[in-house]
C-alpha cells in the first residue's frame, strides 16, 4: 500500500553535512522542508574538517556561527613543511586572513557541526527530519515532484534536493558516472591533546608534504583532541591490485626507512588502522538542476580534500538556494517559471564556483606529492619565496577582500601584512572567534 505524505515546500534527500545545513537555512526563510536520511541516525563519518573564511563569513551571515563555534578551535595559523626535512616552508596568518576576508579559519569535528546544524534546523520550527528512508525514485511533473522510497512511501514537494552524498543515487537523474580513484587512500584518527608529540605545534593547522603523501595535523573539541590524517598513494593500486591501501602499506610508507622527519613517522603509528577511505572525486557537471530537482554537496561536486573545502562547498550550496527560493517562501504552488528562474539562479552561482574548487583540489594534490628531487627542489623554493601576505592565489576561494584595512601598495595593487591599519568604525564587523569562543588553544611547556 502506498503512502503519500503531506507536501512540504522542498524535500530533501540526504542528511549529511550538505541536507542539514540547506534544510536550515530554507527553513530560517519560512519554507517548510522535510528531509528524508537514509541511515537510522544523524551521524558523520570521518573526524575533523575545516572551514576557510569564505565559509564562516557564511556562517555568520546565516546566524549559524554562533551555534556551532563552542565546539570549534581557531587556529594561529596554517603552516606548511616539508615531509622529510622538517623544514617550515611557509605559512598562512590566520589574525591577517580575519582583517583581509572579514571572518576567521577554524577546525572542528564533523559530528560536532552535523549535531549543531540538526538543532539549529530543528530550532527553526519549519524543518522536520526523517531517518530510515531510502528514496529509490524520483518522478519530476509540471505541478511538483515525489520522491518514491524503498518501502513504497511517497513524498511529495514543490523541488527536490539530493545532497545524498557522495555515492548519490539522485545524481544518476543527470549523468551515468562513475567515481573516479585516485590510488591514495586516508587514515584518519584523534588522540588526547596530552599525548601528542611535545614537537609538534598545537596551536596550528599543519600540513607536512612529502613524496607520494602527505600529513595533516590539528587539534580538536576546545583543543581537548589532536586530529591527524595520513594519505598516502597505495604501491598496490599501482600494481592493478584489487586488495590496496591496507594498515600495512600505511606503516611501510611512514616507515624511518623512508627517510620521513620523525614526527611524521610517528604519526600514523597513533591511528585507528581498521579503515582507510579510498581518495575519489567526480568529473564536474555542466548543470546541477533538472526540472524540480537539485543536487548539492558531494552529489554535485565531489572534491578531493587538497583545499579542505568539501563540507564548506555545500554549505555555500544551501545558502545560495535559501537566497534563491526565499522570495517564494509564502507561495504553496510553485510555477515552473518560478522554479526555474530560482534554481537557474543557483545553477549559475554555484556550477562555475565549485567545479573550479574541484578542478583547483588536483591540482594542489599534485603539488604536495611531487617525489622528484628537481619537482621537490622548485616546489620548496616557490613556497619559501612566496610573500605570506600576498593572497593572490587564494583571494578567489576565500573572497571577497574587505578593502577597509587593507594598505595599498605603492603600485595601487592591495596587500594585506600584519601591520594593516584597523578597519572603520563602518566597515563590516568581523567574526571575532574569541569573542564567541573565549577559551584560547593552549601550548604545552
Known sequence: M??????????????????????LMLGRRGIRVHLLEREPAFAEGGFGLQ??????????????????????????????????SGE??????????????????????????????????????????????????????????????????????????????????????????ALQPTGFVAYRGTIPIDAVDPDLDLESVTVWMGPGLHLVQYPLRDAKEFNQVAVFESPAHAR???????????????????????????????????????????????TYVQGRVA???????????????????????????????????DSETWTPAQVQAALGAYDEERVAAASRVQTASRAWGEMWHVR???AVMVRDHAWRSHDRFDYDIVDWLYGPVRTEGIVAAADGSATSPGSAAAPSAEATPVVRPRDLHPTPVTTRK
Open 88 to 177: 617550515e616552508l611557509n605559512h598562512l596568518d590566520c589574525e591577517d586572513m580575519e582583517r583581509r576576508y572579514g571572518s576567521r579559519y577554524l577546525v572542528m569535528h564533523r559530528g560536532d557541526l552535523l549535531e549543531g546544524l540538526v538543532r539549529a534546523a530543528l530550532a527553526t520550527g519549519n524543518v522536520t527530519l526523517e531517518n530510515d528512508r531510502k528514496v529509490v525514485r524520483v518522478e519530476d511533473r509540471a505541478d511538483g515532484v515525489a520522491a518514491i522510497t524503498e518501502d513504497g512511501s511517497r513524498y511529495e514537494a514543490q523541488i527536490v534536493l539530493g545532497a545524498d552524498g557522495m555515492h548519490s543515487r539522485m545524481r544518476r537523474l543527470f549523468v551515468d558516472d
Open 295 to 329: 543536487l548539492l554537496g558531494d552529489a554535485a561536486h565531489a572534491t578531493l580534500q587538497y583545499l579542505a573545502q568539501g563540507a564548506g562547498q555545500s554549505l555555500l550550496d544551501g545558502a545560495s538556494l535559501a537566497a534563491h527560493l526565499a522570495p517564494l517562501a
Open 2 to 23: 502506498t503512502t503519500t505524505h503531506t507536501a512540504p515546500q522542498v524535500l530533501i534527500v540526504g542528511g549529511g553535512i550538505g541536507g542539514i545545513g540547506a534544510a
Open 372 to 374: 622528484s628531487a628537481g
Open 240 to 286: 592493478g591490485e584489487l586488495d590496496w591501501g591496507k594498515p600495512e602499506e600505511l606503516l611501510e610508507r611512514f616507515s624511518s626507512e623512508t627517510g620521513l622527519h620523525p614526527s611524521v613517522v610517528r604519526a600514523p603509528r597513533e591511528l585507528g588502522m581498521a579503515r582507510g577511505w579510498p581518495m575519489v572525486d567526480r568529473d564536474p557537471l555542466d
Open 51 to 84: 572551514l576557510g573564511p569564505n565559509i564562516t563569513r557564511m556562517l555568520r551571515d546565516e546566524g549559524v556561527l554562533e551555534d556551532i563555534a563552542p565546539n570549534a578551535v581557531f587556529p594561529r595559523r596554517l603552516v606548511f613543511r616539508n615531509a622529510v
